[in-house]
């Protein structure tokens, strides 16, 4: 459940990108529970139609935008369809990825080149796309980022090269836009039950002894990165830009080696 009260987005509104599944959909219905209106943007219309559904379902407001991140125009048009519908933007967050195991010395250049065109070259794309709405409203940006962005980790270079993107893009933007009132922020999330990512990165037995390496005990949940993206969304950290909040329940403090002796490094 979250910690905060209801409402606390009335009256605005958001485009999550990666908004069909996982952190994204989660993210989206904290959004929509606490009263914006949210446009989902996802290449899966059907995925996107679900989380719209369960949004109004649960009396709130939301409307699909399909579209890939890797193409600007898309998102472009994506963007404006929003501000269209909503009146404006408010609050963009940036939550499509792709992810994959992979050794670096059998990675193909094609699979590096696309977990950089969804996670740093869609980012980049979202944030520069909407960037004109949001300044108009002095507007935030959320970025979702990963550990991997600066924990060495196992077959994990392209992901890391990606995040790693994704944090010095967000203090840049944060920098440049700071002027029009465009706060920019990531938040780094750890393991977090119920994701694509973590169940390819531990797959069957290996999760259990994972979950041994976390120095709270377990993983985290979605609702709880959920709750730390509407915080960034809120007058509660109006004075924030260019942050990064780490979510991962110590888990960087033990660096990757558990995780490399798991994968028979």
């Given at each position: 459940?979250?910690?905060?009260?209801?409402?606390?987005?009335?009256?605005?509104?958001?485009?999550?990108?990666?908004?069909?599944?996982?952190?994204?959909?989660?993210?989206?219905?904290?959004?929509?529970?606490?009263?914006?209106?949210?446009?989902?943007?996802?290449?899966?219309?059907?995925?996107?139609?679900a989380v719209r559904d369960d949004i109004v379902a649960?009396?709130?407001?939301?409307?699909?935008?399909?579209?890939?991140?890797?193409?600007?125009?898309?998102?472009?048009?994506?963007?404006?369809?929003?501000?269209?519908?909503?009146?404006?933007?408010?609050?963009?967050?940036?939550?499509?990825?792709?992810?994959?195991?992979?050794?670096?010395?059998?990675?193909?250049?094609?699979?590096?080149?696309?977990?950089?065109?969804?996670?740093?070259?869609?980012?980049?794309?979202?944030?520069?796309?909407?960037?004109?709405?949001?300044?108009?409203?002095?507007?935030?940006?959320?970025?979702?980022?990963?550990?991997?962005?600066?924990?060495?980790?196992?077959?994990?270079?392209?992901?890391?090269?990606?995040?790693?993107?994704?944090?010095?893009?967000?203090?840049?933007?944060?920098?440049?836009?700071?002027?029009?009132?465009?706060?920019?922020?990531?938040?780094?999330?750890?393991?977090?039950?119920?994701?694509?990512?973590?169940?390819?990165?531990?797959?069957?037995?290996?999760?259990?002894?994972?979950?041994?390496?976390?120095?709270?005990?377990?993983?985290?949940?979605?609702?709880?990165?959920?709750?730390?993206?509407?915080?960034?969304?809120?007058?509660?950290?109006?004075?924030?830009?260019?942050?990064?909040?780490?979510?991962?329940?110590?888990?960087?403090?033990?660096?990757?080696?558990?995780?490399?002796?798991?994968?028979?490094?």
């Open positions: 459940m979250s910690v905060f009260r209801d409402g606390l987005l009335a009256g605005k509104t958001a485009l999550v990108t990666g908004g069909g599944s996982g952190i994204g959909a989660g993210i989206a219905r904290r959004l929509a529970r606490q009263g914006a209106r949210v446009a989902l943007l996802g290449r899966t219309a059907a995925k996107l139609e649960a009396g709130g407001q939301a409307l699909v935008t399909p579209a890939d991140v890797r193409d600007y125009a898309a998102v472009a048009a994506a963007v404006e369809q929003t501000v269209s519908a909503g009146g404006g933007l408010d609050i963009l967050v940036c939550s499509a990825a792709g992810n994959f195991l992979a050794p670096a010395a059998g990675l193909s250049a094609n699979g590096f080149r696309a977990v950089i065109d969804i996670d740093l070259c869609g980012t980049f794309n979202a944030s520069r796309a909407a960037y004109a709405a949001l300044a108009r409203r002095k507007g935030c940006v959320v970025n979702i980022s990963a550990t991997q962005a600066f924990v060495p980790t196992p077959l994990q270079a392209h992901a890391g090269a990606a995040k790693a993107g994704i944090e010095k893009l967000t203090r840049d933007l944060a920098l440049e836009w700071g002027a029009s009132g465009v706060r920019v922020n990531s938040v780094v999330p750890g393991p977090i039950e119920g994701t694509e990512g973590m169940a390819r990165l531990a797959p069957g037995a290996s999760r259990e002894k994972m979950i041994q390496g976390v120095p709270l005990g377990r993983w985290g949940e979605i609702d709880e990165v959920a709750d730390v993206v509407l915080f960034l969304c809120t007058p509660a950290a109006a004075f924030m830009t260019g942050a990064s909040i780490l979510l991962d329940g110590g888990t960087s403090l033990m660096g990757a080696a558990r995780f490399f002796d798991l994968l028979g490094g």
